[in-house]
């Protein structure tokens, strides 16, 4: 019941603060049947919301012990459906000896065997711990301890370890993208038959974790390829319809993957020329940005037209959009900029890591905007009466959600009309600009073909 209850609130909540959230290989979690989930941590709390609102089966999650501490909390989060776990880590910081004693969990292990019995998918998240590394933490062994034990224990058949990884564009930052990604399956049957040991069916869910995430040696060289993957994955297509997100976050993410290997493959050559090209064109796509951040263009508009009848249909479709939207975005704006600014500033101010200001705007975020519905709902029912007043709540949500969007596509509006206007005034700049992206696109090809020799 509260599960069912939760979930569409999730949902908005995640929708007011993220773009939008996309999901790949969801048909590979198996509709019915025990199934584990292993997510990596990147986001905090943001994390278990995610999983929860994309997948669509029910999910039951484990949780550190810590947070059961308080009673009305832990009453809360049993009937949701978390089973608690008491970390290691959480028992050395308490002075306890029972870090050491693999019967801690004794308890939370049966749970978690008994749910699987009937064939439930429960969410874990095998790195232990939420964090802003560049990479994977490595994982612990609970998962496949808790596996190993169902199985054997309570004989519990066709388990699946559903690696499940999730990339943020900026998890930070309000507005930003989320893409869910979905690995193979490991099918824990075949593996037990063979007498799988913990820390190999430990590594085998390390592997398939690892190819649905981005994983650097350091935050210095993530920040080094989404600068150059970003870039050139806008180049490789093009410009988007201005309804439509700019480049896929999978597609950017995809040619991310692809520079982290060919950076891999280029510290395994010993090729001082291809090193020096390679950095060369690092140095040319970092110039471009700059350039364009010089220009106050975006990426995605150096290809438009500028011509006059684009820019006419352009101009006129814009036109008519605002004159649907711009009425129930300025109502969306209007009943809950107060609550969601007020949450924003509250999140950031006791923010002290990059995963906590959207876990602390969400939270905030969800009770500010109920009180304040509360609040303005009883106003116009003192005001106007129940009818107009229950009009008004059914408004509140849809009218969020239409600001939003509304302000997403504006601001690129505004962009693109920046970049047509400069373009028609400087003819000669777009052409400049589109000899330099064909060059980097030619220059980007002969390295990879380079490196791949």
Not at 40 to 55: E, F, R, S, W, Y
Request: charged share 20%; with cysteine; net charge positive.
């Amino acid at each position: 019941m509260i599960y069912a209850l939760l979930k569409p609130c999730v949902l908005v909540a995640l929708r007011w603060y993220y773009r939008r959230i996309t999901t790949a290989g969801l048909e590979r979690i198996p509709s019915t049947g025990p199934v584990f989930l292993a997510v990596n941590h990147p986001n905090a709390l943001v994390d278990a919301l995610v999983v929860a609102a994309c997948i669509p089966r029910r999910v039951g999650f484990t949780a550190k012990a810590t947070i059961f501490a308080n009673p009305l909390m832990a009453r809360f989060l049993a009937r949701a459906g978390v089973v608690p776990l008491r970390r290691a880590a959480d028992e050395s910081k308490q002075g306890s000896n029972a870090d050491n004693d693999p019967s801690r969990n004794a308890a939370s292990f049966d749970a978690v065997a008994q749910a699987l019995a009937k064939h439930a998918a429960i969410v874990i998240f095998p790195e232990g711990k939420s964090h802003d590394d560049p990479q994977l933490a490595p994982l612990r062994t609970g998962l496949a301890r808790m596996t190993m034990h169902a199985a054997q224990q309570f004989g519990v058949r066709g388990i699946r370890i559903v690696p499940v990884g999730l990339l943020f564009e900026r998890k930070e930052q309000p507005r930003s993208r989320v893409l869910m990604q979905v690995g193979e399956p490991i099918d824990v049957d075949t593996l037990l038959a063979a007498n799988v040991q913990v820390s190999t069916l430990t590594q085998l869910v390390t592997e398939r974790l690892r190819a649905v995430t981005l994983n650097f040696d350091s935050a210095e060289d993530a920040e080094r390829l989404h600068t150059v993957g970003s870039t050139m994955a806008a180049l490789l297509e093009p410009a988007p319809e201005l309804g439509d997100d700019d480049t896929p976050l999978g597609n950017t993410l995809a040619v991310v993957r692809r520079l982290d290997r060919a950076h891999t493959a280029l510290r395994e050559r010993q090729d001082a020329t291809l090193h020096a090209r390679a950095s060369a064109f690092e140095q040319r796509v970092r110039a471009f940005r700059q350039r364009l951040a010089t220009l106050r263009l975006d990426v995605h508009d150096v290809t438009i037209s500028a011509s006059t009848t684009p820019g006419l249909r352009f101009a006129i479709r814009e036109l008519l959009f605002a004159l649907v939207m711009a009425p129930i975005g300025l109502w969306g704006r209007l009943t809950h900029f107060v609550p969601i600014q007020l949450a924003r500033a509250l999140a950031l101010r006791n923010a002290t890591s990059r995963d906590e200001p959207a876990m602390n705007t969400l939270v905030a975020g969800l009770v500010l905007v109920l009180a304040a519905y509360v609040v303005q709902t009883a106003g116009v029912a003192w005001l106007v009466g129940p009818w107009w007043a229950l009009a008004f709540l059914l408004s509140l949500v849809p009218s969020a959600s239409s600001d939003l969007r509304y302000g997403d596509r504006t601001r690129r509006a505004r962009a693109r009309m920046r970049a047509y206007f400069t373009f028609r005034r400087h003819p000669d700049l777009q052409r400049s600009l589109l000899a330099e992206a064909d060059a980097l696109r030619r220059d980007a090809g002969e390295l990879e073909r380079a490196l791949t020799l």
